[in-house]
């Protein structure tokens, strides 16, 4: 079992919609969750980050949490053609930061 | 504030020749990562260093590999004897540490690309 799984997508949403970006980890003992963004080509940029289960908000970007279904997800309202990249799920368990594979996503104009 | 910077950018090589790279992190990061991404995954974590000790290498890591960071500034990887199979894009990273805390957020350079013929 890997330590973070994201569903590889190809996700597409027309311009406007609510993208959701969802992602599983393993270990229990985790307790730093992060959301990247990848454009193709180009290094991870960081999005958002999160300790606490429930809800974080950042501009159009909500981080959500629950430690007890091990489960992050991040949703992306007012989607926008400039948000089409691979979204990164990374997990610290310590000295580690584990990463999903990616979850590719498209926004149509 | 530079960011975390890379060199090369890009590395051709031919297999069985032993190539290094260089990271610069953000200057006030005393932790540094190095991470191996190939196409349509997402970065796999190769080793840590916090200052200049190297804390934690994945297991995973060949003994073709090799990283220092002799000051506690800037890092480099080696591999030796490359194989093809070493083409990846090869990521750094650095933060401020320590985990928990809102400066544990990783910052990635750019990145080189190995590819080996």
């Known amino acids: 079992q890997k330590e973070v799984e994201q569903n590889s997508g190809p996700l597409s949403v027309p311009e406007g919609a609510i993208a959701s970006l969802n992602c599983t980890y393993s270990d229990r003992g985790s307790q730093s969750f992060f959301w990247y963004r990848q454009y193709s080509g180009k290094s991870p940029e960081l999005i958002m980050f999160i300790y606490s289960n429930g809800d974080k908000e950042d501009g159009r970007f909500t981080a959500q949490l629950n430690k007890a279904s091990q489960y992050v997800s991040l949703l992306i309202r007012d989607s926008q053609p400039s948000d089409s990249a691979t979204y990164l799920c990374?997990?610290?368990?310590?000295?580690?930061?584990?990463f999903g594979t990616g979850t590719s996503l498209t926004v149509i104009p | 504030d530079t960011g975390v910077s890379q060199d090369p950018r890009h590395k051709i090589t031919k297999r069985g020749q032993n190539v290094t790279f260089r990271c610069d992190p953000i200057s006030e990061h005393n932790r540094l990562y190095w991470y191996r991404q190939t196409l349509g995954q997402g970065p796999e974590f190769l080793t840590y260093?916090?200052?200049?000790?190297?804390?934690?290498k994945s297991r995973l890591l060949s003994d073709r590999f090799s990283a220092e960071r002799p000051k506690g500034s800037f890092s480099t990887l080696e591999i030796q004897r490359t194989e093809q199979g070493d083409s990846a894009m090869y990521l750094c990273?650095?933060?401020?540490?320590?985990?928990?805390?809102?400066?544990?957020?990783?910052?990635f350079g750019s990145g080189t690309q190995l590819s080996v013929l």
């Open positions: 990374a997990v610290n368990t310590g000295n580690q930061f584990y």
């Open positions: 260093f916090q200052n200049e000790a190297q804390l934690e």
């Open positions: 990273a650095s933060s401020l540490g320590p985990q928990g805390s809102t400066n544990e957020k990783l910052f």
